[in-house]
């Protein structure tokens, strides 16, 4: 099947700090990807809809200028967390996949921020 | 706003007995269903996705059902195993987004 290559696997970085989360879809060219955010004991939820070349779509709630989402090419969109703090400690996870195919998921991202 | 739940949140079971993960919905307007496995700290595996047009589908030991009209999903585990415990999410697609269960926890005791 498609694989979506999602790296760093795990980050630790201190407050005030900025980290950057790559998606990959390695073999197949992906029109949307999808980026969820999973809080311990609670279900994925969707942060934004990142669709190339053109701006995400956050959703409610989302900082859009404190989780910057760049899609640049087919096969790449990356997540920057801007001035990270403590509460944004999450395990973040990406998607991609074909106008309504079956989507594909990264391996996800452990970020702590102390 | 579409609701999705899955119950129970966690269940515990020997090895050998066969099981049912339920998982409901509150907005029957979705493109599809699928069910997930998630490894702790890992990654999604999806097991099993079911078109709103069919009523269910089925991958080796498991076996996934979708009733579309009362918002029902079951995912059927046949002869558990422990390598089967972790935690299983079903998500239905709306547009191009999933909206997730919060996930049955899952053991399988040897």
């Known amino acids: 099947g498609a694989v979506v290559s999602q790296h760093p696997s795990r980050v630790i970085c201190k407050s005030g700090t900025s980290v950057k989360i790559e998606c990959r879809s390695l073999?197949?060219?992906?029109?949307?990807m999808f980026w969820y955010r999973q809080f311990p004991k609670q279900s994925l939820m969707l942060m934004a809809t990142s669709n190339e070349g053109s701006k995400a779509t956050y959703e409610q709630g989302v900082e859009k200028d404190k989780f910057l989402i760049n899609h640049a090419s087919l096969t790449l969109s990356t997540l920057t967390v801007t001035s990270a703090h403590p509460e944004d400690s999450s395990f973040y996870i990406c998607s991609a996949g074909v106008a309504n195919e079956k989507l594909f998921f990264g391996s996800g991202t452990q970020l702590s921020v102390l | 706003k579409q609701e999705v739940t899955q119950i129970p949140a966690a269940l515990s079971v020997p090895e050998g007995e066969n099981l049912v993960l339920n998982c409901s919905f509150t907005?029957?307007?979705?493109?599809?269903l699928q069910w997930f496995r998630q490894d702790p700290g890992k990654g999604l595996t999806s097991l099993l996705l079911i078109q709103s047009s069919q009523r269910e589908q089925t991958s080796g030991r498991l076996n996934a059902s979708l009733d579309k009209s009362s918002g029902r999903s079951t995912l059927y585990i046949a002869a558990s195993q422990p390598g089967d415990s972790a935690t299983y999410l079903c998500?239905?697609?709306?547009?191009?987004?999933?909206?997730f269960g919060k996930g049955t926890s899952l053991l399988v005791t040897p």
């Open positions: 907005d029957s307007a979705i493109y599809n």
């Open positions: 998500a239905v697609t709306q547009g191009n987004a999933l909206n």
């Open positions: 073999d197949f060219q992906a029109t949307t």
